[in-house]
């Protein structure tokens, strides 16, 4: 304000009876001002008719014509996969994106021993990335990308078979060229060759299996026994202190099992009578959460006496904490697999098979196994694994011998309504 | 403000037209000038349309989409998806706004006397308290809530203490926990939604308090107000505008809010957000997240702006 005199006339009298008092008026030099401000236009524009303006251009923007052009195309009409030009003999890189914690450290805790003897060997650098945390968020995130036919950045990934599954049926990732995977093809163990979602492997490998079993706290179980996931789910003894997890393959698939049908083979009535039994628990409080990967805390804590939960931690939770303990319920467990796969458009296919091809070389993979502790899935190694591991190499969360096998069961591949209802279904079990 | 309309008129300020003759040079500065506020609002109003307008009609498109992924997405204008949502999931928006009007109320009852203090009675110590109230935020919202699992663990001291006590019979014959354990129940998720929003109320209500002049206490005093009058006719009112803003931003995000839901809740404590995370991302029904956001959105307005008319502060939005 630069124009025009100040105002210092003291306030009228008579306008001052306590009653009237105001905390918040101005003083009379500031009314002036603002007075000022408001009849010569130069005031910046006030915030109500900001407001109504921005709401007016936020209706207008979202108005119906543009409302009707934001559809999303339809995926799945590239069959078979989109390779881009393949830059692996210029460019000796490779992106690997994996799981946290899903690959062998060094005592520095920063490097990684097999993906730097890979490198020596090949001259390949691999430039990974930990930046898959939860199946659907990484699908969240690579979704748009894919559908709209662009590089992800990444040669290869790791993701859940159910998601594999889905990338395979949406045609959002290359087919494998088999003369880049001998070793991969030779020691592929039998319980991994062929599954229903990807028969002869064409399009994955498995990078590891993933068992879900049983898994208590002895300590709050406190002499309650515990034999089968109906133990879980009906002894009043463990009200509220039982955990299922999110993964609705896991937790689902050994309800069915519990209820002596196949989950390999179920009918939709089957999976129903499933939904029913776990509701039937839930609404008695049976159950305290449905967890996603933090459920490792609350049952080494004691707050879950028992719960469904990945092997692969189980060896981890048992060395730190004896109380921990698994079970394998005589109806059998669930087995799934995390796989490599290379997305549409990556620029390095062939580099990203010859990283596949090496893991599937005893050697590393069972450098591997020792120190994530998952099911492996390469034949032969047991003698490599022995090595470097006296007790992993007898484990049979991580290698399973032909019992263990004979219990494994998966899950069978659903079209896409299928999952849509079956996680639509399970959703409303857990709450939302 | 009543009284300055009765004050007489000031000096005229010049107006634009006819400028008066003797300063030629006003006019093309003032031109200038009248474009400046715009000029400098463009980078937010363009963050707005990208980040806030853009999404938000997207979102709008696809809740009247209908498709699958494999098949594409149209727009339909399938309206039913917004009154199939809301009679799939009544019950959590219900319950999304109780958890949060509760952790608003125990916000501020907590909050108020806390300001109060630092405003008035802390003296040199006021800085210190500060920096204490604003403290948590110098560590992960995720770490903190993981936090509380580790405090109110069932084998924990202070489930122990409180079944001990016995309050946990009485919050558990109120339906607020379960048993003798306060994790997975409704008590633990709006302790969780309080404390996590905690310094959203303090510190509005500090600023307001803080601008109250003491010398207004001395002339209640005078007047023959005793504490409880002082507070109610003076500190209250003066204070309101600060009570309205730290309730509304306690109670905006924490209807929202699905993390402490998450962790520190059970089946049935899934609020809102948990229901439109699990479609979004789980069920892969976008049309019905995004409905769902929208009523959210709705609900949240209608709640905010009753809340705004009722205390008597509009000046604030």
């Known amino acids: 304000m630069t124009t025009g005199p100040t105002d210092p006339r003291p306030p009228p009298k008579g306008t001052t009876r306590m009653e009237q008092y105001e905390p918040d008026r101005p003083s009379p030099t500031r009314a002036a001002a603002v007075r000022r401000g408001l009849r010569d236009g ?84 691999v430039t990974y990335t930990e930046d898959i945390n939860d199946n659907t968020e990484f699908f969240g995130k690579i979704k748009p990308q894919l559908a709209a036919g662009q590089d992800t950045g990444r040669d290869l990934v790791v993701l859940t078979d159910w998601l594999a599954a889905r990338l395979i049926r949406l045609g959002w990732v290359q087919k494998l060229d088999p003369s880049h995977l001998p070793h991969a093809y030779a020691n592929l163990s039998p319980q991994f060759r062929s599954p229903d979602w990807d028969p002869g492997r064409a399009y994955s490998y498995p990078w590891q299996g993933i068992a879900a079993v049983i898994a208590y706290n002895r300590k709050a179980l406190d002499g309650v026994e515990v034999r089968t996931l109906s133990d879980l789910l009906d002894n009043p003894e463990l ?26 083979r179920f009918t939709a009535d089957d999976y129903d009578a499933g939904i029913a039994r ?57 087995m799934s697999s995390d796989n490599l796969l290379i997305p549409n458009k990556a620029r390095h296919k062939t580099n990203a098979e010859r990283l596949i091809d090496y893991y599937f070389e005893p050697r590393p993979a069972a450098e591997l196994a020792a120190h994530i502790n998952f099911v492996c899935p390469v034949d032969g190694v047991r003698d490599e694994l022995a090595r470097i591991d006296e007790d992993a190499a007898d484990d049979p969360l991580i290698l399973p011998d032909k019992d263990m096998q004979a219990k494994s069961r998966a899950f069978r591949s659903l079209s896409a309504e299928e999952e849509t209802a079956c996680e639509a279904k399970f959703a409303k079990l857990t709450g939302a | 403000m009543a009284t300055v309309t009765q004050q007489p008129p000031p000096p005229r ?44 009609a997207y979102q709008a498109s696809t809740s009247v989409q209908t498709g699958s992924l494999e098949e594409g997405y149209e727009v339909t ?104 354990r306060v994790l997975a129940t409704p008590l633990a998720v709006v302790c969780g939604l309080t404390y996590t929003f905690l310094p959203f109320m303090i510190l509005p209500l500090y600023t307001s308090l803080e601008r109250i002049d003491p010398r207004l ?29 730290g309730t509304l931003l306690t109670f905006i995000p924490a209807t ?40 959210l959105m709705a609900a949240i307005l209608c709640a905010v702006t009753v809340h705004i008319r009722t205390s008597g502060t509009e000046d604030l939005v």
Request: with cysteine.
């Open chain 1, 42 to 125: 130069r005031a910046a524009p006030s915030r109500r008719s900001l407001l109504r303006a921005g709401a007016g251009g936020a209706l207008a923007f979202g108005g119906l014509g543009a409302l009707s052009a934001c559809g999303i195309p339809p995926a799945g009409h590239t069959q078979g996969g989109v390779p881009a030009e393949d830059h692996s003999e210029k460019e000796k890189r490779v992106a690997f994106s994996n799981w946290t914690e899903y690959m062998d450290v060094d005592d520095s805790g920063r490097g990684h021993p097999t993906l730097d003897a890979f490198t020596g060997r090949t001259g390949i650098e």
């Open chain 1, 239 to 264: 009200k509220g202190r039982v955990g299922l997890l999110t993964e609705m393959r896991d937790t689902m698939g050994l309800v069915l099992l519990d209820m002596e049908k196949d989950p390999e």
């Open chain 1, 278 to 334: 776990l509701q039937k628990a839930v609404d008695k409080g049976q159950v305290r959460r449905f967890t996603g990967n933090d459920y490792t805390s609350d049952l080494s804590r004691g707050d879950f006496a028992a719960c469904v939960a990945w092997a692969g931690d189980i060896v981890q939770l048992k060395a730190d904490n004896p109380d921990i303990g698994f079970l394998i319920p005589d109806s059998g467990y669930m």
């Open chain 2, 13 to 56: 300020a010049p107006s634009p037209s006819p400028p008066p003759a003797p300063v030629p040079r006003v006019k093309p500065a003032r031109r200038r000038g009248r474009r400046t506020p715009y000029l400098l609002l463009l980078p937010g109003l363009l963050w707005l349309v990208v980040f806030f307008v853009l999404p938000v």
């Open chain 2, 77 to 180: 204008w399938h309206f039913a998806t917004y009154g199939d949502a809301l009679s799939a999931y009544w019950p959590q928006f219900v319950r999304s706004v109780l958890y949060a009007a509760s952790a608003t109320v125990l916000c501020l009852v907590l909050g108020y006397p806390l300001a109060y203090l630092i405003a008035f009675r802390a003296g040199r110590w006021r800085n210190l308290i500060m920096i204490l109230v604003i403290a948590p935020f110098f560590a992960g919202f995720l770490i903190r809530t993981l936090a509380w699992k580790t405090i109110l663990a069932d084998g924990g001291y202070v489930v122990g203490a409180l079944d001990a006590l016995h309050v946990l019979d009485v919050t558990s014959w109120l339906g607020w926990t379960a048993g003798d």
């Open chain 2, 217 to 245: 206490h001395e002339a209640a005093n005078d007047l023959y107000a005793g504490p409880a009058t002082t507070f109610r006719r003076v500190t209250l009112p003066l204070s309101m505008p600060g009570v309205v803003s």
């Open chain 2, 256 to 295: 929202g809010d699905y993390i402490n839901a998450d962790l520190l809740g059970s089946t049935d404590t899934r609020m809102i957000g948990n229901v439109i995370q699990t479609q979004f991302l789980r069920v892969l029904d976008y049309p019905t997240a995004a409905a769902l956001s929208f009523l």
